[in-house]
Structure formats: C-alpha cells, structure tokens
C-alpha cells in the first residue's frame, strides 16, 4: 500500500486546510493509499536554525524531528495543502519541509491542493509550490485541486463534501494521479534497480 503524507500548510485559527486534507486524505484511502498527516499546527516545530542534515549526530536530534523524518523517507509521494498567504506560500510550510535531507524527498511525486477565501483558489500559491517542491527534489504533478472562496465549498470538517461537483471531480482526478504516478515510479525504480541518483 502506497504511503502519501498529506502536509498542511496553514496554522492559523479557523483555518480551513484540515477539511480539505481530509476530503483529500478520504479520496487516497478509497484508492487503497494511505495517508499520513502532517501538521505542523501538531508537530509545531521551531524556526528553522538548524536542519537535520546539518547535525553533527543526527542521533540527537529532538524526537518530533526524528518521527516526521521518518514518515518523509517512508513516504511514496506527497500532497500538499497550502493556503495562500501574502500572494506567497504559508511560512509553516516551508519552515516544517526545510527542516529534513533532499534525498528524503527526490524522485518522489508531489500534487498541490490550494484554497483562498478569495476568487482565485490559492493560485498564486500553487504556482510557488512547484519551484519550491521541485528544489526539494520532487517530481510536481499536472492536476491540481484549487478551491476558491473556500468557506463557502461545502466541505465539513471530515472532509465531506456536499453538493460541489467541481471540488470532488476536481479532487479525484488528482488523487488518482498521483496514485497512478506512485505506482509507475515504484516500478521503474525496481526496473532500473533503484533511482538514478
């Protein structure tokens, strides 16, 4: 079974990405993955000033950053559900990825799931989020999920969605994606005896 963290990019009160990563983390269990939650409203870890990587004994380093570093390894692909902050990506965001080893990251596939109070969904965002995932050594995908003034969507806290075609369709077409995108670098990877680099 193909192991997805789900990572959350807001914290703020009221946010509105956990209801979306749970109509998302919904879809990929339906398509026999599972998804991993992070969120670093939950992991809370500190401003960056040191990342793992960068330790003389990783051995040492505090438990939230051991346990999340291992769900990342352990991770076949990634979605990442980002909130547009400032016409930018949420500082929690990156603050929580820049913390871990590119090699935890590369060659795994990564889709954006983005959502604004405003009309654009998140797009600006979602358009930082591919520079940015790609740096981290991940293969972006094409199909995104964008959902514009969130509030008013219709999605309930676990992540039902009532009576909104668009967001559904939109989601499960993202879903099976990266599933499908999972799946096919699995097997090149076996194929070819492993990455190639």
């Not at 870890?45 to 380093?61: E, G, I, R, T």
């Not at 935890?104 to 520079?131: C, D, E, F, Q, V």
Request: aromatic share 6%; net charge negative; proline share 8%.
């Amino acid at each position: 079974m193909a192991k997805v963290c789900v990572v959350l990019g807001s914290v703020r009160e009221g946010r509105m990405g956990l209801r979306v990563a749970n109509m998302i983390m919904k879809n990929l269990a339906a398509l026999g993955a599972e998804p991993i939650l992070l969120d670093p409203l939950e992991i809370n870890p500190p401003l960056l000033s040191q990342p793992l990587h960068f330790m003389k004994d990783q051995s040492q380093a505090p438990q939230w950053m051991l346990d999340t570093h291992e769900k990342i390894k352990d991770a076949d692909g990634f979605v990442i559900v980002t909130a547009e902050y400032n016409c930018s990506l949420p500082p929690a965001l990156t603050n929580l990825l820049d913390h871990f080893p590119l090699p935890s990251y590369r060659h795994k596939p990564a889709s954006i799931a983005s959502y604004s109070m405003g009309s654009l969904g998140g797009t600006r965002a979602a358009a930082l989020a591919r520079p940015f995932l790609s740096e981290l050594g991940m293969v972006t995908l094409p199909s995104v999920v964008l959902i514009p003034t969130v509030q008013n969507a219709k999605i309930a806290e676990d992540g039902e969605v009532d009576d909104n075609e668009r967001v559904v369709n939109s989601s499960n077409k993202m879903c099976k994606e990266l599933v499908w995108y999972m799946d096919a670098l699995q097997t090149q990877a076996e194929k070819a005896g492993g990455n190639p680099n």
